[in-house]
């Protein structure tokens, strides 16, 4: 057997890599500025270099942004509307998530007349501008007694997110062989013990995918925040939009840039963590054999 002995780096391999390391922080110059401009004193922001880091190190904008930052006519912060994102988004990101499996379960393994008509009806769906859907479903959430509620954002998301969840899980469950949903039928298992007992435990890369789309489009919608929504039950995006907006005197960007901060935090959190399972996801079922 011959030994295989692993090259030095190539010229050409260092300059690709010097380009991504170059892109890279090119891509997390407004994040760094976002950052260290959240711990700066409005003196400091004012005399300093936007680059540069504090003078003086202080969390006095996270604090006020928190609990006390302007948003319109009340200046409690953007606390309460942080915590309104996550009762809108959990629930959202489960129920529709829920919803495309059994949907894709049905499109994939279960097919009636008419099926592929409806999945692509389905498809369409994900490609329809949130402009186009407004006006009839704010008549729709009227008529329902949901509008300007968190309930109505729940219920919004899930309709609109179901289209792409449907078509995440149909593309994953075709690649499962029809033999497997054979073989459980002859056994005796029925429409739901298959759904549950076989496919479901084999569907953890594309729940993942799922969930972390969903979290992320949910989180960070501001558009149907800024419709369907008002007062208390308005989003982070939207708290955060009529914050940067309010003026109430000399405008502290360290307040915006920690609540800005705030806001994005838990998408970067999702995506720390969960990234790799994104990845997999996305590619399982992408090769066969």
């Not at 894709?104 to 369409?124: C, H, I, P, T």
């Not at 029809?178 to 479901?200: E, V």
């Not at 489009?217 to 309010?246: E, H, K, M, R, Y």
């Amino acid at each position: 057997m011959t030994d295989v002995t692993r090259p030095g780096l190539r010229p050409s391999r260092i300059a690709i890599y010097g380009l991504l390391i170059l892109a890279c922080l090119v891509y997390l110059v407004p994040l760094f500025i976002m950052l260290v401009t959240s711990f700066k004193t409005p003196m400091d922001i004012r005399t300093g270099n936007l680059v540069a880091l504090p003078t003086e190190w202080t969390t006095i904008g996270w604090t006020k942004a928190w609990s006390q930052a302007c948003t319109g006519v009340q200046c409690d912060g953007i606390s309460g509307y942080f915590w309104n994102s996550f009762k809108m988004t959990v629930p959202a990101v489960m129920i529709s998530t829920l919803l495309g499996a059994f949907n894709g379960y049905v499109l994939a393994k279960w097919k009636f007349r008419g099926s592929d008509l409806l999945f692509g009806l389905l498809l369409f769906g994900c490609f329809v501008p949130f402009q186009v859907v407004l006006l009839p479903m704010a008549a729709t959430l009227g008529q329902l007694g949901l509008a300007n509620t968190t309930p109505g954002l729940v219920l919004v998301h899930v309709i609109y997110g179901v289209a792409f969840t449907t078509l995440f899980f149909r593309n994953y469950y075709v690649a499962i062989p029809d033999a497997l949903i054979k073989a459980a039928r002859l056994d005796g298992a029925g429409f739901f013990t298959i759904f549950f007992r076989i496919l479901l435990p084999m569907s953890t890369p594309i729940f993942m995918v799922s969930l972390i789309w969903q979290f992320t489009q949910i989180w960070n919608d501001f558009l149907f925040g800024v419709v369907f929504a008002s007062g208390d039950s308005q989003p982070i995006t939207v708290a955060l939009n009529n914050l940067v907006n309010t003026s109430t005197g000399v405008k502290e960007y360290n307040v915006d840039m920690a609540a800005a901060m705030i806001a994005a935090l838990p998408t970067l959190v999702v995506y720390i963590v969960a990234g790799k399972y994104f990845i997999r996801g996305l590619t399982a079922g992408s090769v066969k054999g």
